[in-house]
């Protein structure tokens, strides 16, 4: 059974910094792009950042570049999300997602992937 487990979610202050781990099994990581989305109070989901398994490419959404970065360790089969400088508009729940396909970029929209997460949530707020 392919599944995707999140973790490290949690209440931080503004300006704080939290690590969101993804970890897969039933299946090879390295081989899938793997996306991170959320889903803010109210909001629609939204396609965070992405990687691509090909290339390695990542795609960000302009409201976290330059805080948010992605990583892949393939040994233990987890995909990490470091979200740095947090802000109380990145409350939200964080979900992780995978999909297998021959292009070299990724992408951020939600009905490209085929398996998800459960979930973590984060908050950020002081």
């Known amino acids: 059974q392919l599944q995707l487990v999140e973790s490290g979610g949690g209440l931080v202050q503004p300006g704080g910094s939290l690590r969101l781990s993804c970890a897969a099994s039933?299946?090879?990581?390295?081989?899938?792009?793997i996306g991170w989305f959320r889903r803010a109070p109210g909001k629609e989901r939204e396609g965070v950042l992405c990687?691509?398994?090909?290339?390695?490419?990542?795609n960000y959404a302009d409201s976290v570049k330059g805080r948010f970065t992605i990583s892949r360790d393939n040994a233990k089969n987890t995909v990490y999300l470091q979200m740095n400088s947090l802000e109380p508009e990145d409350t939200a729940i964080y979900y992780c997602?995978?999909?297998?396909?021959?292009?070299?970029?990724?992408?951020?929209?939600?009905?490209?992937?085929?398996?998800w997460g459960q979930g973590t949530q984060v908050t950020v707020s002081s």
């Open positions: 997602a995978a999909v297998r396909q021959p292009a070299v970029m990724c992408y951020r929209k939600s009905e490209n992937y085929a398996y």
């Open positions: 039933g299946f090879t990581l390295d081989y899938y792009d």
């Open positions: 990687i691509s398994s090909r290339s390695g490419i990542t």
